[in-house]
């Protein structure tokens, strides 16, 4: 089980509670593909993925970069219990979609980035830290079925 300071708690629940889920989910999501273009062969479905403006204007991208974020807003509600939380979502990653694990850090630094330019100078090194930690922490429970 993870430890949580009174500190960390705060951060992450402050910084869900300002975020606007579609704006950042679809910027997060949009960077990653941009970013990480081998990680656009998870969403063959989504239809025109051949530059950064369309993936940028993709309405695919934008609906699951909502998803991915609303979807963290559960373990924010369930920070005592992210493993069992993404149980679920753990094996139909691995075992149906067949994710590679390295994915969800590359969609988490993303993510940090897009959080850090929104918070702007209230992103120190303290809140980054407490960020980063929970996102590790859910990914940890994401890629659990892969070990």
């Given at each position: 089980?993870?430890?949580?300071?009174?500190?960390?708690?705060?951060?992450?629940q402050d910084i869900f509670s300002k975020m606007d889920y579609e704006s950042v989910g679809h910027n997060a999501l949009t960077r990653c593909l941009v970013v990480y273009p081998w990680t656009q062969r998870y969403f063959g479905k989504f239809g025109n993925l051949y530059n950064a403006a369309a993936i940028a204007g993709n309405p695919l991208v934008a609906a699951h970069g909502?998803?991915?974020?609303h979807g963290l807003d559960k373990a924010v509600k369930n920070m005592d219990n992210i493993k069992a939380t993404?149980?679920?979502?753990?094996?139909?990653?691995?075992e149906k979609l067949h994710v590679d694990p390295?994915?969800?850090r590359l969609l988490a630094d993303c993510l940090t980035i897009v959080v850090a330019g929104r918070l702007g100078?209230?992103?120190?090194?303290?809140?980054?830290a407490a960020f980063q930690k929970f996102l590790a922490v859910v990914i940890s429970a994401?890629?659990?079925q892969y070990h």
């Open positions: 089980m993870v430890e949580w300071t009174e500190f960390e708690r705060a951060t992450i909502a998803v991915v974020l993404y149980a679920e979502l753990s094996v139909l990653h691995s390295d994915n969800f100078n209230g992103f120190t090194a303290d809140v980054q994401l890629t659990k």
